[in-house]
């Protein structure tokens, strides 16, 4: 296949897909708004402009889940809209393959995934921190309390006492906590102590808490700005307890996972995100493939109904298996290269065997 047909196949997959993207974009973003604009409509100092600033933040975020499915649609549409044209029968007269005209396509969507993972994972990383941090302090003006159902805990020994932390929310990679309560036990682990904080900061060898409310056996709470509690806590353990591997950029998760292992961490969360974003590019070829198994048939034939629809259950089946699978990676019950690469290539071998059965006999 010369140059000028092959690029006009790979500037009309990546045309489709870009617009598959911009409107998923803006209806992930629209739906967004308005859910939480509902959910956050009633609390102090809520303004449209925050609702549209947080979801603008976090539908990156949203995208990165989104994105198999754009490039198994994009690679349908494609392939549909080039059959009803008639320009793959053209390019089948002319002794082209399947192969060479799909190739294009599979270019596309394996630079798609670079992209992703280089470009829209760290926008997404930092827009979804960025949006938590927003979010907090909106949702903080109501109220100061902690659930024990939802909230994060800790536990931690130092200086002859143990404490037991626990927050509303994990912002900045774990390393700050919003609407923080902080219970101090002593060594008959009776409660002599606690702290709520607005926030609470780890720094090096100690918890810093920010406008603080402290009660200390049967008083009432006394107000102070700012406190000091001790902790022996390291940056990596509390990442690897309490942050969102995803709110980590591709580009830091292995000195992540280095040091946080150096520690005698596993890290499987980390690494199993690392993993993933890795194997991301070759799954959308994966989901491109799938979209050739249905939607190579001449027009003139038939676009069937059911083979399409087989293709969409297809590709939901191997991205469901993919998370089934992470989730056993980030347990530690399968190796996380292992769980990440399995369903990329099982479903490369599904897409090129029927293809090979049904172009080349």
């Known amino acids: ?10 500037f009309r997959y990546a045309t489709i897909t870009a617009w598959f993207f911009v409107g998923i974009f803006a209806l992930i973003f629209i739906i967004d708004v308005t859910e939480f604009s509902n959910s956050a409509g009633g609390v102090p100092g809520f303004k449209f402009s925050i609702a549209m600033t947080v979801s603008a933040l976090r539908v990156p975020m949203i995208m990165l889940q989104v994105v198999p499915f754009v490039a198994l649609f994009s690679a349908m549409a494609t392939l549909v809209s080039l059959n009803r044209r008639y320009e793959l029968v053209i390019a089948r007269a002319a002794g082209i393959s399947a192969w060479q005209f799909l190739l294009p396509c599979c270019l596309g969507a394996l630079l798609f995934g670079f992209v992703t993972v280089g470009i829209l994972n760290p926008i997404a990383a930092y827009g979804f921190s960025h949006s938590e941090s927003l979010e907090s302090e ?18 931690q020994k130092a200086d002859g006492t143990e404490v037991i932390i626990g927050a509303r929310a994990v912002l900045n990679q774990g390393m700050e906590l919003s609407d923080a309560v902080f219970f101090v036990f002593d060594a008959d682990d009776n409660m002599v102590e606690r702290k709520d904080a607005e926030r609470a900061y780890l720094r090096d060898g100690y918890w810093e808490l920010v406008n603080v409310r402290t009660m200390r056996g049967g008083e009432n709470f006394t107000s102070e700005a700012a406190a000091k509690v001790p902790t022996n806590l390291k940056p990596e353990f509390v990442q690897e307890r309490l942050a969102r591997p995803e709110t980590i950029p591709f580009f830091q998760l292995p ?5 946080a292992r150096s520690f005698g961490l596993r890290a499987n969360a ?5 993993h993933s974003l890795v194997a991301l590019p070759f799954l959308l070829v994966a989901m491109t493939l799938i979209a050739a198994t249905v939607s190579m048939r001449f027009a003139r034939m038939g ?7 087989g293709g969409v259950v297809a590709g939901f089946l191997l991205y469901v298996v993919s998370v089934l699978v992470k989730a056993f990676g980030n347990a530690g019950f399968v190796p996380t290269y292992i769980a990440a690469w399995l369903p990329v290539v099982v479903a490369m071998f599904f897409g090129v065997t029927f293809l090979l059965y049904n172009e080349d006999g």
């Not at 069937?304 to 629809?309: A, C, K, Y």
Request: aromatic fraction near 18%; charged fraction near 15%; avoid cysteine.
């Open 303 to 309: 676009q069937s109904g059911t083979m399409i629809l």
């Open 1 to 10: 296949m010369g140059w000028t047909l092959g690029r006009y196949f790979f």
């Open 255 to 259: 000195s992540k996972i280095e040091v």
């Open 138 to 155: 909106l949702r903080s003006r109501q109220s100061n309390s902690v659930s024990a159902f939802s909230a994060p805990w800790l536990r």
């Open 270 to 274: 980390f690494a199993m995100q690392f």
